[in-house]
């Protein structure tokens, strides 16, 4: 594998389910982010880890938790999920904070 | 506050046809600006950084430059391949967000065959 890495691709979830989206980067990168993509919007920063330690928490819902083991990987955690939560999330990492940022292909997560 | 805009919102050209696409931004310092491509159910994909007024990149058909207030993305004699959505993203230099990218909403181009 190379560059960043996200699984699943495509979620479908109920508003009652919980999951998780993984993110992984093979470039030894030491900081991380999640995004949300809505149809026409602008790419919505979530959250930003630095050597594995929350940086950044940009007023986002707590029915989105993030997790950062590692540097290499990161998770988002969802639960109880409204239907306005559908969207394209994005991951991505980079060298170091505010350094050119590399995105995974993303997941397409639809909330019923 | 620190704001992006690109427009157009939307491009058709004819293979060939050259065009340019522009981010006019707003921040209180600029540390760089950033261009990347994104195809439909895809992640971005970095294209260019710019850092100072002035400075200009190329990659194939494509060519960035920077002034104080806005960016340029120029393409020259597209294929059917360059259709996809530009993004332009800025890094401010401000405290609390100097790590930061803004994003615009993009310029959706699309190049007839």
């Known amino acids: 594998e190379t560059g960043v890495t996200q699984t699943p691709r495509h979620l479908v979830m109920g508003m009652t389910n919980k999951k998780s989206l993984k993110c992984e980067q093979h470039l030894g990168h030491n900081a991380m982010y999640w995004y949300k993509q809505s149809a026409k919007k602008p790419l919505e920063l979530m959250f930003v880890?630095?050597?594995?330690?929350?940086?950044e928490n940009n007023s986002v819902p707590s029915r989105f938790s993030p997790e950062c083991p590692n540097s290499s990987h990161l998770f988002l955690h969802l639960h109880t999920l409204q239907p306005e939560d559908s969207a394209l999330y994005l991951c991505?990492?980079?060298?170091?904070?505010?350094?050119?940022?590399?995105f995974g292909p993303g997941t397409r997560l639809t909330v019923l | 506050e620190d704001q992006v805009t690109q427009s157009p919102e939307a491009l058709r050209l004819q293979e060939g046809e050259s065009s340019s696409l522009n981010c006019s931004y707003t921040v209180s310092g600029l540390r760089g600006l950033f261009w990347y491509r994104q195809d439909p159910g895809k992640g971005p994909e970095f294209l260019f950084t710019l850092y100072s007024a002035g400075e200009e990149k190329e990659k194939e058909r494509l060519k960035a430059t920077l002034t104080k207030k806005e960016s340029f993305l120029h393409i020259t004699a597209p294929k059917p391949e360059d259709s996809a959505t530009y993004l332009c993203?800025?890094?401010?230099?401000?405290?609390?967000?100097?790590?930061?990218?803004?994003f615009g909403s993009g310029t959706q181009l699309t190049v007839l065959p």
């Open positions: 991505a990492s980079s060298q170091v904070l505010g350094d050119t940022q590399y």
């Open positions: 880890y630095n050597f594995k330690e929350q940086t």
């Open positions: 993203a800025v890094r401010p230099i401000s405290s609390g967000s100097a790590r930061q990218l803004t």
